[in-house]
């Protein structure tokens, strides 16, 4: 009677044990699984809405990465990115190695783009980096505006556009 008892205990815990094991593998009961991509939207919204707090924060080049009063627009790009763990170099044109090669054609929120425009600008160097908010967009900071937004695909920023890198 005993060894019945256990073959049945034993039996009904193999079919939980194997029916809850489909349950699992089909989805159902589980968590749904953040993608990647997903991750990557969220941050990005995360860095931008953040960016956009400083609207108008006054530009100086050469800013100091200790200070949110003034910023140059690297200095900028690492305290937003950094604030949610995404560790940027101190200059546009290091910043411009890091991550990987976007095309313009495929930006997304998020992406650092740089450019090669201002005073030493000689249209091949990085000078200029900002962050590609969507729509065409760009969130940056340089001259008398500070942090502001402005459009990727036009006037100066659409002249002066080098290249793109995804950081996230």
Known sequence: MRTQLFQKVLTVGIASTIGFSTLLASGVGAAPAQTAESVATSKASQIINYGKTFMGTPYKFGAS??????????????????????????????????????SKSNLKAGDLVFFSSGSRANGKNVTHVAVYIGNGKIMHTYGKPGVTISNLNSGNWKRTYLKARRVL
């Open 65 to 102: 990465t200790s200070t949110t009063r003034v910023f140059d627009c690297s200095s900028f790009m690492k305290r937003i990115f950094g604030k949610y763990g995404v560790s940027l170099p101190r200059t546009s044109a290091a910043q411009s190695k890091v991550g990987k090669a976007v």
